[in-house]
């Protein structure tokens, strides 16, 4: 029996969508990193600066609170999460990572409004590197596309 269905997908096109970034200060050097890349895939896929807006904040911990601020005002069609928790010698990063990633999807659950998560959990500096920018790629950018297809999603799908 060959039935019909409806398949809701979200495309590649950031024209005209507005996003916001929430960046963590705490392992900046890596973080600027994640927003160029993010900001580049924005503005390659079609999307403009001037529809980018970013808070920075101390550190991961703080990033889902300013994330829930952006996605509360209606005014952005999807929020990135960008930062870099490095593992130490204590299990600290461990719920630092554990926290800030169920804070961001109950964030995109409650408000409806996507959310990507571009935070990096590196067990060392190396790690850190190689997915901010050089062989393993920017999560940042991965965020992005995210971000648009997951905006573009959103804007297809029945519901609020």
């Known amino acids: 029996m060959n039935k ?22 705490f392992n900046e ?40 601020k952006f996605a509360r005002t209606g005014k952005y069609n999807a929020v990135l999460a960008l930062g870099v928790v490095i593992q130490g010698a204590t299990s600290h990063a461990g719920y630092i990572n554990a926290e800030v990633a169920k804070s961001l999807a109950m964030i995109g659950m409650d408000t409806g409004v996507p959310v990507t998560y571009g935070m990096i959990t590196a067990d060392n500096i190396e790690q850190a590197i190689e997915r901010s920018g050089t062989k393993a790629g920017n999560k940042g950018a991965d965020a992005a596309i995210a971000a648009i297809e997951m905006a573009n999603l959103n804007r297809v799908m029945p519901g609020k």
């Open 4 to 25: 019909s269905y409806n398949v809701y997908e979200g495309t590649l096109e950031a024209r005209g969508l507005r996003f916001a970034i929430v960046c963590s200060r």
């Open 29 to 68: 050097f890596f973080v600027s990193k994640l927003l160029s890349g993010a900001v580049d895939s924005i503005v390659r896929h079609g999307g403009k600066i001037d529809d980018i807006d970013v808070a920075w904040v101390p550190g991961s911990y703080e990033v889902p609170f300013a994330v829930q």
